[in-house]
């Protein structure tokens, strides 16, 4: 049983920060990408951030400058570092992973962790 698993949202006031982590766990052979996506009220889900196995990141312009995303290999783990929050970077978090399950002749597929709730309120 593969699974992804979210920790770090909470309420913030605007120009705080937070970190959020997102472990994977279960039979997993290896990770390609990984990323974090969100979804505002009454807003479609979209990218924030994105970082392939290698290291090489994106992210939307929106955060630019002000999130950082990083991963853990070892510990099957990424992060995303978000500083000078806005109101508008309240949304629910989503991290999604691109893994292989099952060997070097098993399959790929995107797995979403449950999502935490990130709030940027005074």
């Known amino acids: 049983q593969v699974q992804l698993v979210e920790s770090g949202g909470g309420l913030v006031q605007p120009g705080g920060s937070l970190r959020l982590s997102c472990a994977a766990s279960?039979?997993?052979?290896?990770?390609?990408?990984m990323g974090w996506y969100r979804q505002g009220p009454g807003k479609q889900r979209e990218l924030v951030a994105a970082i392939t196995s290698g290291g090489s990141t994106n992210y939307a312009d929106s955060v630019k400058g002000r999130f950082t995303i990083s991963r853990d290999n070892a510990k099957n783990t990424v992060y995303l570092q978000m500083n000078s929050l806005k109101p508008e970077d309240t949304a629910v978090y989503y991290c999604?992973?691109?893994?292989?399950?099952?060997?070097?002749?098993?399959?790929?597929?995107?797995?979403w962790g449950q999502g935490t709730q990130v709030t940027v309120s005074s």
């Open positions: 279960g039979s997993i052979f290896s990770i390609n990408a």
């Open positions: 999604n992973a691109n893994l292989r399950i099952g060997g070097e002749l098993g399959y790929e597929r995107d797995y």
